[in-house]
């Protein structure tokens, strides 16, 4: 609200009016429209990827072996390709390495039949091993087809010298 003060003179000068302002009903009405806007926008929520890390073990012996037939083995390599076997060391060849995109629906078709076809479906495990030239976007999206294909059991390891070897044939 504004007030104005008069004050007179003696002397035939003209009056002057000093004007005083009351500035509260303004830092009100600033704090409401501030209260509003915060509480009318929307707050962009962070992109995260939960990843089930396990415990420490401390007891490191493994208990069980996971056998090639439980398990599927995902290379990620340089050019946006992406590999996978079931096999071991002795069995994995270039014609056992084979190559598919990262179209949800393959990986999740992939992992679906290894799936089916495991012994033990209760130790299925899906293990992905990017390259030395792989890039982190191929790495994300393969995560997100394990998430898409609801396997909860995955790992993510180096690439295993005999599975290098077999990969650079591949992709000459």
């Known amino acids: 609200m504004a007030e ?8 035939g000068k003209q009056n002057k009016k000093p004007i005083k302002i009351d500035m509260t009903p303004m830092v009100d009405l600033n704090f409401l429209l501030l209260m509003f806007f915060m509480f009318t926008s929307s707050f962009t929520k962070p992109n995260v990827m939960d990843l089930g890390l396990p415990a420490k073990d401390l007891n490191p012996n493994p ?3 996971i056998d090639d037939k439980n398990q599927i083995t995902f290379i990620i390599g340089e050019d946006n390709r992406i590999f996978y076997h079931q096999s071991n060391e002795k069995d ?3 014609a056992g390495l084979k190559e598919t995109d990262y179209n949800g629906l393959n990986v999740s078709k992939i992992i679906s ?3 089916e076809k495991a012994p033990k479906k209760e130790i299925f495990t899906i293990i992905v091993k990017p390259t030395d030239d792989a890039n982190y976007k191929n790495f994300v999206d393969m995560m997100d087809n394990i998430s898409i294909s ?3 059991r995955y790992g993510i390891s180096d ?3 005999w599975e290098k070897k077999v990969y650079e044939n591949v992709i000459k």
């Not at 104005?4 to 002397?11: L, N, R």
Request: aromatic content about 4%; proline content about 4%.
């Open 150 to 152: 609801k396997k909860e």
């Open 113 to 115: 039949n290894a799936y």
């Open 159 to 161: 690439i295993k010298p």
């Open 92 to 94: 994995l060849t270039e």
């Open 4 to 11: 104005v003060i008069t004050k007179e003179k003696s002397g």
């Open 63 to 65: 208990t069980h072996v």
